[in-house]
């Protein structure tokens, strides 16, 4: 046996993704969108792990009332593998889940906690970074994390700072990793990026059922404690019972606060991969191909005279005159109109749109 | 008999309408929408005529392809008394059109020449108006046209030059009419509007057979020929078929170039009542209030530090952000955004959509 073989994938995929309104909604979350190719954003991270992890190694995690779209956006997967959360309790919550099911499965079990709803290319350089860490997190007691080589000073994303090497065979850099830091203001987000020190933290971590729950022990241990509670009743029909028993008491804490800021095992695997997140409408047309006036178009787009529009035309047809750098998203039932650079107010033109009461089915 | 025994209505209905895309397509013209009430353009021009005009003699000229729908839209008219046109041949063949009915069923008949998709308030001055303006035509040998009030420098439409006062008993200003003159650039509006001379011509008109055949004699004989041969074949079966044979071969011509600009016994109405031709979505939107924010809204729309956008939003939901002055229509299939200043550019949009050929079901 490899220690491929022990390799487990635990995928979060429990966001609300209200940034991509009126596409996302409460029934179809961005993971569940196919908003860069015909397959659903949580499909493609699943399509990443061919040939690494097999399907039945594959668990994705999400919020109970979304576990039947959800299945039906994986197909490949044992139904079995696609857990509802009772209630949402953040990410060191859903690792420790994640962990209690491994180690229930395969008590050597190493697992990568891995995004769904964000845009990786270099997929053979992604495979490597996650075998080589997978390799390394069998043999040592290590949290490793993987930080994305920065390309701007993106004020978007949290940083991990690095330090010395770590020896391992193979072409992916480890790193020791020095601090977690939150997002930062621009001009400290250029510092990080012109030092080469600072990686962007792309929320994806491989290590050992063990170490996981020995991190855990120290820095938390309730969630140590609801591995060992949960495991035995894994694959059971008392489990969905005995989930909702661990995780009702739970407060939310992130893994990142609730771990990584506070162990002092952790090491970064430098992903040089291509690597986004795609938080907003904007950063979506980065992934599609603009015209000679600058609109990208998704669907029937008629442009007179606009430049540098963003369309997302489903099954209707958008006419444009005159019009430069709009977000312009028809959805079933609703048409989201803003300038590029609001697209971040999407949000809270959903809680409008939640206090108004009257467009629930949209939402 | 009152002269108001005699009096006919013919309502010009033919119009394309293409300045109100994606709402107005061929199957459903500005005419056929319900842009300002429940009730069509056409039906509200029907329902101005209600106690002046009885159904059975308001006749609805439109072209052959729209006669089914223009039925629909107008139930409390006879079906007979909506004609369709094989080909279009512009307002002066309309009119001897209208005329050979009108004389075939009353040759002692005066019909009035209205519009189909204009806005008209203070419908008792309009009746008024109506009424006097029959009066007149029916006792002398004049071409009565209406002359709106002006009230701003319109650069939109045509204008009529009045002179001296025509003696006539009643409430209307009765002029004679020295010249008519095409849309003018702006400095000359504004001289028209301070002279207190001029008038904008609204299109509608008010003669008798009798006069209008006779005007046709002199500047157009051919369109008074066709009123002879076709008036035998009014209300029988082979109505539709003698109307083909006259009408192939006309060219196309307007009322105002084919008698107005040439006739001397031309007696200006003058129209204190309000009018509107609504040539244009920003038009449009004059008869709607505006919210706190100067945004016009017909449907749902949820607008977030948006202001000043004019948006019909027909069975969907349209969210602004932080957008201004555009114009945003919904429509079956297709949504339009422009700015209100390029709304004139929906012409140009929709020819555009027309060679690419794709979007006929849309057009």
Redesign the interface.
Known sequence: MTNLDHAYAVILAGGKGERFW?LSTSRSPKQLLSLVSERTMLGMAVDRLEGLIPPERVIVLTSADLVEPTVASVPDLPAANIIGEPMGRDTAAAVALGCAIVKARDPEGVFCILTADHVIGDIEVFRRTLREGIDLAAGQDVLVTIGIQPTFPATGYGYIESGNAVEHAGETTFLQAKRFVEKPPRATAEQYLASGAFAWNSGMFIWSCTSVQAAFGKYRPQLSELIDTLAPSVDSPGFADALRAVFEPLEKISIDYALMENADNIVMARGTFAWDDVGSWPALANHFPADDEGNTSIG?V?P??ANNNLVF?NG????????SD?V?V?AE???????RD?AQ??K??VN??KA?GS?DE?L
Chains 1, 2 share one sequence.
């Not at 039932?333 to 300038?339: D, K, S, V």
């Open positions: 009126p029937d008629v007179l005279d035309s209707r047809l958008t006419a444009l005159i005159g019009v709009l312009v028809q039932g609703a048409t989201l109109i803003c300038p609001r107010d999407v809270a033109l409008e749109l108004r467009f949209l």
